[in-house]
């Protein structure tokens, strides 16, 4: 889906022992394999390992917060 998160395999030859294995990017479209956008580098990414994170987010009428009720204060002074 266009637009989806997406954790994007870094090679061990672009990490060090410490950094992740993979880097959180945006999915942009094709090309030879999947293009994404990396948001926090500012970068285009090209890669084939790939896992998307495709979420529908469904939200029902009956879910949906209802209004507060309303609640009257009369101040008695003593």
Request: with cysteine.
């Amino acid at each position: 889906m266009f637009g989806c998160d997406a954790y994007v395999h870094v090679p061990k030859e672009k990490r060090t022992k410490l950094d992740s294995k993979s880097e959180r990017c945006i999915f942009i479209g094709y090309n030879d394999g999947y293009k994404f956008c990396n948001p926090e580098k500012r970068k285009v990414v090209y890669n084939q390992y790939v896992v998307f994170r495709e979420v529908k987010v469904v939200i029902k009428h009956e879910f949906l917060p209802k209004e507060p009720e309303k609640i009257e204060f009369e101040l008695k002074e003593e």
